[in-house]
């Protein structure tokens, strides 16, 4: 009996350290609408706004395994040796190897897809292969490694764009293959160690995201992975976040050295004032690795300090350094209802901005947002309509190497700036089924005739057209219409593994050119990350 006993505790042990494991869940939002549910709930303070999620954190609030198990396709087969095909086919991870001091787990990676671009008679397709891997060892050391290599041929505008900065968006830099395609390869990792709930120190090259909606206008997972050193600390109703990154600009080569780099410094406080309204405080700071002189900066030790608002800082330096503030609000009504916006300052002067006259140092942006979860008693709907607004030059600077972009891609918003959008998403899960519908409507100022008017985050505002009438628009007024329509099944819940049927219509119209694109494509994928063609 005493055996027995010994047994069950030290089994309870052993799954409440196999289950409590602090990995980051990914970021990919289309296959957790169940989990988002949970998160945007009234029930609990939760800092939802700081992503990716902690598994940790999450099963402090909630039953997450429950949530978790809720895919999961049940059917008992008498043979030992068919049921664990089943389970591992359709339910778990292909290899997971448990102890009671260490955790490891190896799933692969796959975006094997075809399409057709109706409008240009263009065959396009996706070869990708990977892997990833993740564990713990002991209780509270975590790792996670990943790694892309793909082959591509992409859509007419995607071709354009990708041959425009080099890179395709948030995946990497190309070069050619077989004429028309592109050759790229992505890679993740990190170590994350987690000491009880208060605590938490992860070092990794990967993405970060701030916010509550589809875009953020303070930090998003748009641009291709960077290297970074994020310590978090959760207090009373307090979680606090310090984000040291590097980034590289892929436009300066540097002999002996590589392309040139440059680092920014995030504090992000977001406060859980009720379970219903959660409010965050952002500030960054952006610098070069060279001062003006070409002498060798590094690291700016200034900047190290994990409590302090950095602009008086920057201002206490005479630094010319590229400094922004935001704020991050989300309002949780009824059930599942939840309201949120941001508010994006690259510079403020207060009597230019109530002057109304359009000074082009007016650099600011908001968000405004709404979604819903189980609309109408819909168990399975879910709703999302936001609105981006960002005047021109934000986020840009003097040098290209201090603006607020990575790998020729802005970190903020895909469209840089000198924009206004206006997207809604609708998703509708039933078991294992999810249906997807996007609408985008935007509208921007493109440069022409060599001239600056603000969309470019890589162009330096010195070369800026006009000192003052600037305005949202300006430049080459240009319209988008995208949307996106799409039926996947997911065959493994453990690794998003899936099979999709989509369309796609963009049209994109100025004064120059009217470009229609419309394709149709299949899919066998596994869905971790968030990819943005929206723009």
Do not use: C
């Amino acid at each position: 009996m005493k055996r027995k006993i010994l047994s069950l505790f030290t089994s309870i042990l052993f799954l409440s350290v196999v289950q409590g494991q602090d990995l980051y869940l990914p970021l990919n939002r289309d296959y957790n609408f169940e989990l988002q549910k949970a998160v945007y709930s009234s029930a609990y303070r939760f800092h939802t706004s700081i992503q990716p999620w902690q598994r940790n954190e999450l099963e402090q609030a909630f039953n997450y395994d429950s949530i978790a198990q809720l895919n999961r396709l049940r059917k008992k087969i008498p043979k030992k040796w068919k049921q664990k095909a089943w389970d591992k086919f359709l339910n778990d991870n292909v290899v997971a190897l448990h102890r009671p001091d260490f955790d490891v787990v190896l799933n692969p990676l796959m975006n094997f897809s075809m399409g057709r671009e109706t409008n240009e008679e263009k065959s396009t397709w996706v070869n990708t292969r990977g892997f990833e891997v993740k564990g713990r060892i002991g209780r509270g050391f975590t790792f996670y490694s990943s790694f892309y290599e793909n082959q591509a041929v992409f859509a007419n505008y995607l071709d354009t764009y990708i041959r425009s900065v080099r890179v395709v968006p948030g995946q990497g830099k190309v070069r050619g293959f077989k004429g028309g395609g592109f050759d790229f390869a992505s890679a993740t990792g990190y170590i994350a160690f987690h000491a009880e709930k208060y605590f938490s120190i992860q070092l990794g090259h990967g993405k970060n995201f701030l916010g509550d909606g589809y875009r953020s206008l303070l930090l998003s997972d748009n641009a291709f992975n960077n290297l970074f050193l994020k310590a978090t600390l959760n207090f009373w109703n307090i979680k606090y976040t310090v984000l040291y990154n590097q980034y590289i600009d892929i436009n300066e080569n540097i002999p002996d050295v590589g392309y040139a780099r440059k680092y920014s410094t995030v504090h992000y406080l977001s406060w859980a004032i009720s379970k219903r309204v959660n409010l965050s405080f952002f500030d960054v700071i952006v610098w070069q690795t060279t001062d003006s002189l070409g002498n060798y900066r590094g690291f700016d030790l200034q900047y190290l300090n994990p409590v302090i608002f950095l602009r008086p800082v920057e201002f206490s330096t005479g630094s010319p350094d590229n400094a922004l503030l935001g704020l991050n609000l989300s309002v949780i009504v009824g059930r599942h209802n939840v309201f949120y916006g941001q508010l994006i300052l690259d510079e403020f002067k207060l009597e230019e901005v109530t002057a109304g006259n359009g000074w082009w140092g007016n650099k600011q942006g908001f968000q405004l947002g709404f979604k819903t979860y189980d609309p109408f008693r819909l168990k399975g709907l879910y709703f999302q309509t936001e609105y981006n607004w960002v005047r021109p030059y934000t986020y840009s600077q003097s040098l290209p190497l201090k603006n607020y972009g990575h790998y020729n891609q802005p970190l903020a918003h895909p469209m840089g700036a000198n924009f206004w959008e206006w997207v809604s998403i609708v998703n509708y899960n039933i078991k294992r089924f999810y249906f997807r519908y996007e609408f985008q409507y935007a509208l921007y100022g493109l440069d022409y005739d060599g001239k600056n008017f603000g969309k470019n985050i890589y162009k330096p505002y010195t070369t800026r057209e006009n000192e003052y009438g600037n305005y949202v628009g300006q430049g080459l007024e240009t319209t988008v219409l995208y949307n996106d329509i799409s039926v996947s099944y997911l065959i493994n819940p453990a690794y998003n593994f899936n099979i999709a049927l989509g369309y796609t219509n963009r049209s994109s119209a100025n004064d120059k050119e009217t470009v229609n694109t419309s394709y149709i494509y299949i899919a066998l994928r596994t869905s971790l990350r968030n990819f943005y063609y929206d723009f």
